[in-house]
């Protein structure tokens, strides 16, 4: 059940990356609105999840779905470069993070 809470904590990670662009500097309510709640949510869901899973493990992982969902967020949504060494690096970070996933210990 952690690696469930992990991988939704870090799709609400995505959700207030994405947020707090689109509210310009929270000047935009509604957009406001979802960066505080996708940050409180996927900060609690971190924290269930750092309960059995070992921090180190949990943070990096969380931080990988955040900036892989958040990059491309930005090349689907908003027309941010996609171009080979870009993706070549967005693949070698989604390896990483299935990489702890499988060989990094945790249940």
């Keep these: 059940?952690?690696?469930i809470y992990l991988i939704i904590a870090g799709?609400?990670?995505i959700g207030f990356t994405t947020c707090l662009s689109l509210s310009?500097?929270?000047k935009k309510p509604v957009w406001t609105a979802?960066?505080?709640?996708s940050v409180t949510l996927s900060m609690w869901l971190l924290n269930k999840a750092t309960q059995t899973l070992p921090?180190?493990?949990?943070?990096?992982v969380w931080t990988g779905i955040g900036?892989?969902?958040?990059?491309?967020?930005?090349?689907?949504?908003f027309n941010e470069p996609t171009n080979f060494l870009r993706?070549?690096?967005l693949s070698t970070l989604i390896l990483s993070i299935v990489g702890l996933k499988f060989f990094?210990?945790?249940?």
């Excluded at 979802?34 to 709640?37: A, C, E, I, T």
């Excluded at 990094?104 to 249940?107: C, D, Q, V």
């Design 1 to 3: 059940m952690s690696w």
């Design 11 to 13: 799709l609400f990670e």
């Design 24 to 26: 310009e500097n929270f």
């Design 34 to 37: 979802g960066f505080l709640v």
């Design 55 to 60: 921090m180190g493990t949990a943070y990096a």
């Design 67 to 77: 900036a892989v969902g958040t990059v491309a967020v930005g090349m689907i949504f």
């Design 87 to 89: 993706l070549f690096f």
């Design 104 to 107: 990094a210990g945790g249940h």
